[in-house]
């Protein structure tokens, strides 16, 4: 049974906003589950429904075995680290970590005994007597987990937490809440608007957008079977490609026709595609499926392309490719031994079998 549930779940704030709508997850015991979407699409509130802090408009939200609708925040086994960590300033550290317990009545060995131990989890037991305006960024939200922590619950959730600290510190305290998770196995529910903490941090990632979730699977399996073009351009970074074109037949065999140049649909995509025959279509490559054609021993000439090389951005090992035709531009990610120089037209090959057709409509994943 999941750990976790909502069931149909909707939240109309009081301005009117639809802020989440008819949305349905289950957490499973002991996972790690993701919730990635840009700014707005209503991650926060997913998790304010289920620590209790927000009302729920419709539907059912139940915690292990029991509906949570109408149980009060303080009874929800739950403990969430909040974005702003929400520090009290003028307690110190140990004040800090303690103070949920103190408030639920724990015994002050009780609360002595769980203190030390997040402390000693969390590499703080030197700061405990300082105040959170005498901490680092890196510092305030360990503080933030040890409050969580302490309090044993079925399930965390964390709401962004890395969101304030510098780029490296961020990699260093994801890797921390990896070991976090492995230490204590307890369900955890974290939000975030990186895409690369979802796909390095989830058991699961459940991708949003506009209040509702468009997709749940691993990492993995989004990556690389995104049901639609938003989630294929969210996750994944540099962005999928996204090439505007029409399918054309050509003795009886399928091609991609971007104007400038025409790519041949692979085998397995082909039925899929023959009701798209002269219409228009948008072609999706990840950009480390594009490589430069010097580098292919044996490249499918009907995969290759030659199109105009505007610049090239060396970014250490690897370098992109920026990449322009008179319609669409995109971008290729290759070894920084080769590349090629910018200002010219370059030999490319698609690798066709990667490729993802999408509905310029519907904007649907046809194959
Ligand atoms: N207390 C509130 N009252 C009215 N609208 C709100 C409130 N909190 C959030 N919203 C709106 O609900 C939507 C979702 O917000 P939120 O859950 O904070 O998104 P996220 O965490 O994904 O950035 C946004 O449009 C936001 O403006
Ligand atoms: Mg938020």
Redesign the pocket.
């Known amino acids: 049974m999941s750990q976790v549930s909502l069931c149909n779940v909707t939240?109309i704030?009081?301005?009117n906003?639809i802020?989440?709508q008819n949305l349905n997850l289950g957490v499973e015991n002991r996972e790690l589950m993701v919730l990635v979407?840009?700014?707005?699409?209503?991650?926060?509130?997913?998790l304010?429904m289920i620590a209790g802090l927000?009302d729920i408009t419709e539907g059912k939200i139940y915690i292990g075995k029991y509906l949570a609708n109408n149980m009060a925040a303080r009874d929800r086994d739950v403990a969430m680290v909040f974005q702003n960590y929400a520090l009290y300033p003028y307690m110190n550290v140990y004040e800090n970590i303690a103070f949920g317990l103190k408030l639920r009545g724990y015994p002050v060995p009780e609360i002595e005994k769980r203190v030390k131990e997040a402390a000693q989890i969390l590499g703080v037991e030197r700061i405990l007597q300082r105040r959170p305006y005498e901490l680092s960024g890196g510092e305030r939200q360990r503080v933030a987990v040890g409050r969580a922590i302490v309090r044993k619950p079925l399930v965390f959730l964390f709401?962004?937490p890395l969101s304030n600290l510098d780029a490296n510190l961020r990699v260093q305290m994801r890797a921390e809440i990896h070991r976090l998770h492995r230490r204590l196995r307890t369900t955890m529910i974290y939000?975030t608007?990186d895409q690369l903490e979802a796909m390095t941090l989830g058991h699961r990632i459940a991708v949003?957008r506009d209040?509702k979730i468009l997709q749940i699977d691993t990492p993995v399996s989004i990556y690389n079977n995104p049901v639609n073009k938003f989630v294929a351009g969210f996750i994944g970074s540099p962005p999928m490609n996204f090439i505007n074109g029409k399918i054309i037949k050509k003795e009886g065999r399928l091609y991609f026709d971007e104007g400038l140049f025409q790519v041949k649909v692979s085998e397995e995509s082909r039925k899929s595609l023959l009701n798209y025959v002269s219409k228009k279509i948008i072609l999706g490559i990840r950009p480390e499926d594009i490589y430069d054609r010097l580098f292919v021993s044996e490249a499918p000439p009907e995969n290759t392309l030659k199109v105009f090389l505007e610049v090239v951005e060396p970014m250490g090992s690897e370098s992109y490719l920026y990449l322009k035709t008179k319609e669409n531009r995109f971008t290729a990610k290759v070894a920084s031994s080769q590349k090629p120089g910018s200002g010219q037209d370059v030999e490319l090959v698609f690798d066709m079998p990667k490729v993802h057709f999408f509905d310029k409509d519907t904007e649907k994943k046809i194959v």
């Open positions: 939240k704030y009081s301005n906003t802020a989440v979407g840009p700014s707005g699409c209503g991650k926060t509130t997913v304010r927000e709401d962004e939000v608007h949003m209040g």
